[in-house]
């Protein structure tokens, strides 16, 4: 899609995502490890799990089950965090956080949970590429076909009809859907080009050895979109398939491991920030909201001036001093000082000191019966200053002293390199 004014946009080519299965997820993990089985927080360590707080699942292992756990029994889940989980023994329970106490760990490598289609799980992790979270905002970027038919979408996560959202890529349908239903889905992300621009932001809070989420002061599109450090040591993100230092969801940060006790930790986004809200970032090498000053040297093609003028500055190699300047389509070309003044009756007055230019075209200044046209100074210095009746002047050369048909209705005096009339 393209907005006038701006090229058209294909987008990303990896946008457009087809879903995982929802309808049966089974993740298998090794039972026995101590490192997995937390007795101490009655945890299950699943790295960059799928699983929703709610959540039906059944439980199996072909080895000896966890303490306290019974292999072929369902069990409801609650995310403790981004990879671990606790059970409880009804939907109540894990809405409540009632968790079952862990007694030991099993025996074997080959433990699993499997959520699935059921007739009771309505709620349901959206990913891709086999485990990638689907970053959505709105239900609409996802299309969901349930026996065939197009279920639709709502911004909520209580939704009358179809599906709607919730954060951290749940999708959530109004009827839970049967183990014979077949799903299809996909996801629409990433490709409009956005035309907001904002400053770059830094969040920054204090560890404490117990936190690990912490909330940022805006949304991040994924992980690759922050720069984490912890007192100056960059953390790596975790991703679909390695679990690293963090992982995000909505605009929560969420640490694998609590952040020890009064370490600094920075989150710098990286996103694009525009000249509308940012200084310059070089200007005559200053930043900042900068302005010229009398040490600035411009150079520039041209300058045209129209009506009347009041300025004081550098141009080109010389100097432009312009008191006021009266006139109708006048042009100076290369003067270096001047100065000009309207004087009474409608009679224009030019007082010039120190020229040094090749051409003044004051065709458009008048007075009373008065034209000064192609009127060339070089060199020389000229003050002209007195009421002319019907004086023309035409092609008049000054260089130091005064050359040329002259018509004069006054008195001429010459004195060095001055010429009054």
């Known amino acids: 899609m393209s907005y006038l004014g701006n090229q058209p946009a294909t987008g990303e080519n990896n946008s457009f995502k087809i879903?995982?299965?929802?309808?049966?997820?089974?993740l298998t993990f090794d039972g026995s490890d101590s490192s997995i089985i937390s007795l101490a927080n009655d945890t299950i360590t699943l790295n960059n799990h799928r699983f929703v707080t709610g959540q039906r699942v059944t439980y199996s292992?072909?080895?000896?089950?966890?303490?306290?756990l019974i292999s072929g029994s369902v069990y409801y889940i609650i995310k403790y965090d981004q990879?671990?989980?606790?059970?409880?023994?009804?939907?109540?329970?894990?809405?409540?956080?009632t968790y079952i106490q862990i007694t030991g760990p099993g025996v074997g490598t080959n433990h699993t949970f499997n959520v699935a289609f059921d007739g009771i799980n309505t709620r349901f992790k959206a990913t891709y590429d086999n485990g990638t979270k689907a970053q959505m905002t709105r239900a609409a970027q996802l299309q969901i076909s349930i026996n065939g038919v197009i279920q639709q979408p709502n911004d909520t996560s209580t939704p009358a009809n179809g599906f709607g959202i919730d954060v951290d890529s749940v999708i959530i349908f109004s009827t839970a859907p049967l183990v014979t239903d077949v799903f299809w889905g996909n996801l629409?992300?990433?490709?409009?080009?956005?035309?907001?621009?904002a400053d770059n932001t830094v969040d920054s809070f204090t560890g404490d050895n117990v936190t690990t989420d912490f909330?940022?002061?805006?949304?991040?599109?994924?992980?690759?979109?922050?720069?984490?450090?912890?007192?100056?040591?960059?953390?790596?993100?975790?991703?679909?398939?390695?679990?690293?230092?963090?992982?995000?969801?909505?605009?929560?940060?969420?640490?694998?491991?609590?952040?020890?006790?009064?370490?600094?930790?920075?989150?710098?986004?990286?996103?694009?920030?525009?000249?509308?809200?940012?200084?310059?970032?070089?200007?005559?090498?200053?930043?900042g909201n900068v302005s010229l000053n009398s040490a600035d040297n411009i150079n520039v093609a041209s300058i045209n001036l129209t009506g009347a003028a009041v300025s004081m500055g550098n141009v080109g190699a010389g100097i432009v001093t312009a008191s006021k300047f009266v006139g109708d389509g006048s042009l100076l070309t290369g003067v270096v000082s001047s100065k000009w003044r309207n004087n009474t009756a409608g009679i224009t007055t030019q007082s010039s000191v120190g020229v040094n230019t090749t051409s003044v075209d004051v065709s458009g200044l008048t007075g009373v019966g008065n034209s000064f046209n192609g009127?060339?100074?070089?060199?020389?210095?000229?003050?002209?200053?007195?009421?002319?009746?019907?004086n023309h002047y035409i092609g008049t050369n000054f260089n130091g002293l005064m050359a040329g048909p002259v018509n004069i209705a006054g008195v001429l005096t010459i004195d060095g390199n001055y010429v009054v009339v």
Do not use: C, W
């Open 83 to 97: 990879n671990s989980i606790q059970l409880a023994l009804s939907y109540v329970n894990a809405l409540s956080g």
């Open 215 to 287: 909330t940022l002061s805006k949304t991040p599109a994924n992980n690759q979109n922050i720069l984490v450090t912890i007192d100056g040591v960059v953390q790596y993100p975790s991703d679909a398939t390695t679990v690293r230092a963090y992982t995000l969801y909505e605009n929560v940060l969420s640490f694998v491991s609590a952040p020890g006790n009064g370490t600094a930790i920075q989150v710098r986004h990286i996103g694009f920030a525009g000249a509308t809200s940012s200084n310059v970032t070089g200007f005559y090498g200053r930043v």
């Open 61 to 68: 292992t072909t080895g000896t089950a966890i303490g306290n």
């Open 375 to 390: 009127l060339y100074v070089s060199n020389g210095m000229v003050i002209m200053d007195n009421t002319l009746n019907g």
């Open 19 to 26: 879903l995982d299965d929802i309808t049966s997820y089974t």
């Open 188 to 197: 629409v992300a990433n490709n409009f080009p956005t035309f907001d621009i």
